[in-house]
């Protein structure tokens, strides 16, 4: 080989070498500043934090949107900035956070729940129930998810899946009283007075004193015309809650369908005086 020759090759050596070495400095400067970027972040997420604890949006707002500049591929932060948007009541603002949230991190529950529940309080109850059906498949044992699935179908009017909801709620946690007491308001709205009659007994089993929960048996009572029966759960109510006018103004009713006239007029005017707004005590 000629010296020509070995020089020229020894150079492109050193040309490689470099090459590589730029290459890997450069590598390394971007990892370093990717970790710095998440690091400051992490830190105004900290500020942003301290400013919520003292009631403080506006300064935590500061400090989440600053967060998100960072990193905006932190999911924690868009997620935190969605809570304080919340906080403040800007629902739109919120959602549009918590969605990015759930995109950077779609195995997470817990954003996907806030996020539907932005979605419940702007009313738009389709995304709502997407989400939280989404948060259930990922937390298949949490209740609380489930129990928000249930009212909002029942609150939709979609008693049947509000029934089945329930029901999958009660399963994961059967001595949940209140579960057990919705389900027999949506039993009941679809005409199902005894599954309904079943699921107030059962939510009293759980917790005895829930007096409206014993007016809305009496309730179902008086819809099959079980006017003892109503009276009985009716006065319970009262031994409890002596100031609940409804169940004054149901007493009333049963009273009256007895042709107890004179006690019945006491319970209606009884009912007025403590809810004045009480329509069917009138």
């Not at 003292?54 to 932190?74: M, S």
């Not at 709502?128 to 209740?143: C, G, H, K, V």
């Not at 699921?199 to 089993?205: Q, T």
Request: with cysteine.
């Amino acid at each position: 080989m000629t010296d020509a020759a070995r020089r020229a090759g020894t150079t492109m050596m050193r040309t490689r070498h470099w090459a590589r070495s730029v290459v890997l400095g450069i590598g390394l400067t971007v990892v370093s500043g990717c970790t710095l970027g998440r690091d400051l972040a992490r830190a105004r997420l900290a500020d942003g934090d301290a400013a919520l604890r003292q009631r403080n949006i506006d300064a935590a707002l500061v400090e989440f949107r600053e967060a998100v500049k960072l990193d905006p591929q932190l999911a924690e932060a868009h997620y935190k900035l969605g809570l304080a948007y919340k906080e403040k009541g800007a629902l739109d603002d919120a959602a549009t956070s918590l969605q990015e949230a759930v995109k950077l991190d779609p195995k997470n529950a817990t954003p996907i729940i806030e996020l539907g529940d932005v979605y419940r309080l702007l009313n738009r109850i389709t995304q709502a129930i997407r989400a939280y059906t989404m948060a259930r498949d990922l937390e298949p044992r949490n209740f609380d998810i489930r129990f928000r699935l249930a009212t909002l179908y029942h609150q939709s009017g979609d008693l049947e899946k509000a029934v089945e909801a329930y029901e999958d709620a009660i399963r994961v946690e059967p001595r949940n009283a209140y579960a057990r007491s919705n389900l027999g308001a949506a039993l009941a709205a679809l005409g199902r007075d005894y599954d309904a009659i079943k699921a107030y007994k059962d939510s009293l089993e759980c917790n005895q004193a829930q007096p409206v929960v014993l007016v809305n048996l009496a309730t179902v009572y008086i819809n099959q015309e079980r006017w003892d029966t109503a009276q009985r759960a009716l006065n319970v109510a009262l031994s409890m809650d002596p100031k609940l006018s409804v169940a004054h103004e149901r007493l009333g009713y049963c009273l009256w369908r007895r042709q107890s006239y004179a006690a019945a007029a006491e319970h209606y005017e009884k009912a007025i005086e403590l809810d004045p707004k009480n329509a069917a005590a009138y």
